[in-house]
């Protein structure tokens, strides 16, 4: 049947099949799938994909922050996890020794104000006398997030907070699990009147072998009295020099996205308001931050990664900062309109803390902490999916009307729909979450077919095929994303932007499946929806060309083309990708039409995401089980056979011949 997907059960759809059966007996084309699809290459019916088209949206969910692309090895750096309370719990840390030896407890006594919990340690025993220390000493020790990695040659900054009734000597080492080998230690030394304040010691330890379940201890065999505080250990080898882990931010910028939308939705909401993400907390020196209970997933975050390190991670990657902003609303509460102005104040400061000069109030805290030019932060999307909130749309106009009157250019993000929003509820761009199951995520290929053309365009800012056949990343899933997603640049007319969601998961605490990217402290891998990124990562700023797919009784695929050029030799391509969601080998016919120059058999590649079985996965034994592989095309033309195996993705990548003027 030659429909198109785009149908309609009507007169006309009836009389399409109609006509299209006839087509098809008089051909004779009864046995296999096979079908047409036609490019129309013409300049003149070409329109250009918006320039932010496809980014990134991190959220601090499954430890993707905390653990995961913040580098920082040592979990509940400050003590603080356990709350403001005294006596508390110090976990992760733990104990070395034995109430006969050492007694460890926290109490209010921090050097830092806004984190006022330290750790207290009473060392019993001594090197001589009637208690003797075990061998090695006693002290505490932290396993960071399920095991530090710590590798051969690599150099790590470790920063602490001391004081002491005595004389202290601590010996400080990177560990392994069991604390029997030592990779790297460093013993602190100083006179009882040294320490009698609280002091900050800096030093390097750089590791004599690899151990990626290695831990951090502070070890003593001297009797006394010890405090410590907010203790650090970073690799030095970070991306970028930033903070940020070096294999998941490199496969972050292998994307190449062109936003990054951050904190989150519920980690920005937080369960409840006092647990919500408060940018103004999260700033200045890394140990005066308090840190914060992500109560929306469950645990607690020294906020290493706070609003500055989003801010730079978008620039690094060379992506546009997108903030979800805390609009007063959590999952339990709302704050009403008539008292919400305090909350509005907050944001245009945190808007004021990204763009403002190096002088002004909140830009010269950026700006000390190493980053005097501005941000470029353009869009600020208020509150996640809250629109039927009692109070949302009130304060929306409170966030809307402030935000503008401060920074006229910055795009506001709406959380309700395009239908609400109106000159009286005015918006820049509306806001688009997308969970559902792989038919019907295959389905909404053609979601915004009908929108209004007019009107603000939609930040799809989270989808994800989600439940049984999405398992922790399937192969199916991803290619009804990739259906989804060839919907979303055949519309890009009215879709400015997309993110899926979430993007992390370490795989020791998954509080969500599926996820793009899995890691633990040492691994890492795509699944099948992160490869499935990469067929999209040329189409923002690219050309879209108008295609249509014919095929009879097979309803099954979706099909997209741009021309893009590469940045690197300036070469032009034709990229057409073709989904083939369904459980049939399709030979199909492609004919493009409208070029104005010729296509080049060689350097035109073919590019396929399958695997065996739709429910295939990656993992950390089969990193690369289901990933792209590409093939050189040699019968690259306008008019060409192609085949697509069943449950696929395919991306024909034709480079064209230079011409003067490019073909956008
Ligand atoms: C596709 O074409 C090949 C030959 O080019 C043929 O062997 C195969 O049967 C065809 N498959 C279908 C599904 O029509
Ligand atoms: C503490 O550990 C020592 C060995 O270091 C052991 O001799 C002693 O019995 C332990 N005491 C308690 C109370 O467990």
């Excluded at 098809?24 to 009864?30: I, K, Q």
């Excluded at 030394?189 to 800096?202: L, P, R, V």
């Excluded at 073919?606 to 295939?616: H, I, Y």
């Amino acid at each position: 049947m030659a429909v198109q997907r785009e149908d309609a059960g009507s007169w006309l759809h009836m009389l399409v099949l109609v006509y299209a059966l006839s087509w098809a007996f008089s051909l004779g084309s009864v046995a296999g799938q096979t079908g047409q699809l036609n490019i129309d290459a013409s300049p003149q019916n070409a329109r250009k994909i918006p320039d932010k088209m496809f980014g990134i949206f991190f959220e601090e969910i499954n430890h993707a922050g905390a653990g995961g692309l913040w580098a920082e090895l040592v979990s509940n750096r400050g003590f603080e996890a356990g709350g403001p309370n005294t006596p508390s719990n110090i976990d992760p840390w733990l104990i070395i020794g034995n109430e006969s030896s050492i007694i460890v407890g926290t109490d209010r006594t921090s050097y830092f104000e806004r984190n006022p919990v330290a750790l207290r340690m009473e060392v019993l025993c001594d090197s001589k006398g009637t208690n003797v220390c075990p061998s090695g000493g006693v002290g505490i020790y932290n396993p960071g997030y399920w095991g530090m990695n710590v590798e051969r040659r690599k150099v790590y900054k470790v920063a602490l907070h001391i004081r002491s009734l005595d004389a202290v000597s601590l010996t400080v080492s990177l560990a392994s699990s069991n604390g029997l080998q030592k990779m790297a230690s460093h013993t602190i030394t100083g006179s009882k009147k040294q320490f009698a304040k609280w002091t900050k010691i800096e030093f390097h330890l750089k590791s004599n072998q690899n151990n990626a379940n290695s831990r951090l201890q502070l070890t003593t065999s001297k009797s006394g009295v010890i405090w410590l505080d907010q203790v650090s250990v970073m690799p030095l080898d970070t991306y970028m020099g930033h903070g940020f882990r070096k294999d998941l931010a490199s496969m972050l910028a292998n994307l190449k996205p062109q936003f990054l939308k951050f904190p989150g939705g519920n980690y920005a909401m937080g369960n409840y308001l006092r647990n919500a993400f408060r940018w103004s907390e999260t700033v200045g020196p890394w140990e005066e931050r308090p840190g914060h209970f992500n109560d929306a997933w469950g645990y607690w975050t020294d906020d290493g990664l706070g609003f500055f390190e989003f801010l730079q991670l978008a620039e690094d990657l060379g992506a546009l900062p997108v903030w979800v902003v805390n609009d007063g609303a959590s999952q339990n509460e709302e704050v009403s309109t008539t008292t919400i102005a305090s909350l509005v104040k907050d944001i245009v400061d945190g808007i004021e803390f990204a763009r403002g000069g190096p002088e002004s109030t909140w830009g010269s805290v950026r700006a000390a902490m190493g980053h005097p030019q501005p941000f470029n932060l353009n869009y600020v999307s208020i509150g996640n999916q809250e629109c039927w909130m009692l109070y949302y749309r009130g304060n929306y106009q409170k966030f809307y009307s402030a935000i503008k009157a401060a920074y006229p250019d910055i795009n506001v993000i709406s959380s309700c729909d395009k239908s609400t929003i109106s000159p009286s509820n005015p918006a820049d761009l509306y806001d688009v979450h997308v969970y559902t199951s792989s038919s019907d995520m295959f389905s909404r290929t053609s979601m915004f077919d009908n929108t209004p053309r007019s009107g603000p365009k939609a930040i799809i800012s989270e989808y994800a095929v989600t439940g049984n056949d999405a398992g922790k990343g399937t192969l199916v899933a991803a290619l009804a994303e990739a259906a989804f997603l060839v919907g979303l640049e055949r519309n890009s007319d009215v879709v400015e932007m997309a993110s899926c969601a979430p993007l992390f998961v370490n795989d020791n605490d998954r509080r969500w499946s599926p996820d793009a990217i899995v890691f633990n402290s040492w691994q890492s891998y795509g699944c099948p929806n992160y490869w499935m990124l990469h067929f999209f990562k040329d189409s923002s700023g690219a050309t879209l060309h108008p295609s249509n797919i014919q095929i009879s009784g097979y309803n099954q695929l979706a099909a997209s083309a741009i021309t893009w050029q590469s940045s690197k030799d300036k070469s032009t391509y034709l990229k057409i990708k073709v989904v083939n969601f369904g459980n049939k080998a399709v030979n199909l016919s492609i004919s493009v039409s409208g070029l104005n120059v010729g296509i080049k058999s060689s350097g035109s590649k073919k590019t396929v995401l399958t695997s065996s079985g739709p429910l295939d996965e990656n993992s950390f034994q089969q990193p690369e089980k289901v990933a792209p592989l590409s093939s050189p095309m040699d019968n690259a033309n306008q008019q060409m056979d192609v085949s697509l195996g069943a449950y696929s993705l395919t991306s024909f990548d034709l480079l064209l011949e230079q011409s003067k003027h490019s073909s956008s």
